[in-house]
């Protein structure tokens, strides 16, 4: 599956955001899809992961009550919602499908697209 990823952009702490993320597949529905982010000189991190059928989601705790994820299955395409963005909230942000379980590990993640670039300025 190929993904895409869109919607960074450089904004003002306290603003919103909202990124996509489409997939070429037509199993999408099939895969638990999850958000990463990385910022310069550190590991990619865990920042939400959504299953299937939109049951479960999951969320880092620094993200929790202000970064939302949601899916569509008939779009194939998995978003992210961040809101009340801070500084440290500045980094490349990556989509990701997995196939075998709900998981917030990116090493369980088996596809992944290309990142979208998130500044956020004081």
């Given at each position: 599956v190929q993904l895409q990823a869109s919607g960074g952009g450089l904004v003002q702490a306290g603003s919103s955001l909202r990124l996509s993320?489409?997939?070429?597949?037509?199993?999408?529905?099939?895969?638990?899809?999850?958000?990463?982010?990385?910022?310069?000189g550190k590991e990619r991190d865990f920042v939400a992961a959504i299953s299937q059928g939109s049951v479960t989601t999951a969320c880092a705790d620094s993200v929790k009550g202000r970064f939302t994820i949601s899916r569509s299955n008939s779009k194939n395409t998995v978003s992210l919602q961040m809101n009340s963005l801070k500084p440290e909230d500045t980094a490349v942000y990556y989509c990701a499908a997995a196939l075998r379980s709900f998981t917030i590990v990116a090493g369980e993640y088996d596809y992944w697209g290309q990142g979208t670039q998130v500044t956020v300025s004081s």
């Open positions: 993320c489409a997939a070429s597949s037509r199993t999408f529905g099939g895969y638990i899809m999850g958000w990463f982010r990385q910022a310069p």
